[in-house]
């Protein structure tokens, strides 16, 4: 029933110019940045062979444009990807059709985190397959690498979730995307400095439970290419409280009505 | 204690509603009415604007929960058991669900996804709702780029496609033409046979001509019941429009 309602999302988000809009804006940028690191790269190389331990293309290409490309995708196609699978439901009034059929509410937020996770996995796997191009003419740090997505993933499911929560609390998936960025913002930022904060503080505990808040601060730890199994819990912890939180928030409007 | 359902009482019984009630705030939208529903009956719900028919449909579907009271579907308590209880209705609400970039086939399709019809039975079950809703032309143009009649019978093939035991329709015959309403008519008095039907109207010759029985709502409460054959030997010669009026008219808020 999940794969059900995924695949109706994701077919209609492809019937929309908007998912064509973000992986071309996507794409263009990743294009772009990948071959300013590129240049720069082979210019340095000559210096970068006397080197006793040089860092390679892995390091100085591959992930560095990831990096570059977390904030974009996190601040622009989270929010406009998500915006519209809640709020458009309530706006053309279809939500009924999925509340009226034999389908829990947990499965209805799951089929839709599923198809919005998709979308932004195909984003990931077309960015990946620049650094990939190269495989043949260059040593890569497949595990390194793996580590970044995987990373991107996580926060990229953390930061979707928030998204799908903020796409339930209106009617309007423009005020949705704009919610959603605010959100993104702030957790960006503020979870991120609190954190921060803290942690020099000494307050150690208090800075491991902001941490969870700072999926930023989460994600930088696990693109230096290192599995912190903290941090892989703290994004996996942070989605699973806002699709908590969505579903929470569709059924208490059952119970309320109207609206 | 919420009042009690009994399942034993009449097996035919596809849906019962006992001391259903929905609050807004202080008012209440529907208050403290009974439904009971057989197999192979056509039940007629009227009331003027506001009378709170929508909310009960709203109830009965799921899709709002009661501040008070009890339903059950086919024996299966639809606040307990929701997902189980669902899997036997049929429901068109006031402004039809509709996907309008999915084509009427494949919006169907999802529809007996949704509703978990078994994958050999999927292809066979569109294409039935399809054709007793005489959308056999339209069957491959997007649901958008239809006419108002047309979206209307999507929406009553997307409550049917499942051949659920309870069907649901809030005024399903809204915007159709005289030729359509005859047609959706037949194809109700059809479903009334071998399911059952809820729906909801203000043309009254509709009730008279497909029900079997008429209750009529007002401010909430459930004012009026009774079969169409008792109707129409009681007030031989009056009609359900003067019931209607009696019961409604010169109050309304």
Redesign the interface.
Known sequence: ?IF??AS?DL??MF??PLAWVVLTLVQLAAGFLFFKRLDDFLQVQPQLVQMASPQGFTELVAVPMFYAMAGLIMLIAIPLLAMRLFAEERR?????????????MTDIVLGKFVALMGMLLIIFALIALMPLSLAATTRLDYRFLAVVILGLTLLAAALGAVSLYVSTLTGQPIIAAIGAFGAMVLLAVLGDQLAGNLEMRGLSVLAALAQVFSPVRNFATLSRGVIDSYAVACLLLLALVFLALTVRQLEAR??R??G | MPPSVSSSAAAAATLRAGGLT?R?GGVAAVDNIDLELNRGEVLGFLGPNGAGKS?TM?LL?????PSAGAISICGIDLLES??????H?G?L?E?P??????NVGEFLD??A????VPKGKRAGAVTRAIERCGLAQVSRKLIGTLSKGYQQRVGIA?AIVHEPDVVILDEPTVGLDPNQIRDIRALIRELGNAHSVILSTHILPEVEAICDRVQIMHRGKMVYANTIAALKQRHCGGSLEDVFADLTRGENA
């Open positions: 029933m059900t309602i109706k077919k209609s019937a929309s053309n009034q279809t939500m009924v059709l999925l509340t009226s059929a034999p389908v829990s059952r119970l009505g109207r | 929905r807004y909310t709203q579907t799921g899709n709002l929960a929701p997902v189980a209880a669902k899997a209705i429901y609400p402004v669900p509709l996907y309008r970039d999915l999802l529809a996804r949704l509703h978990r997307q």
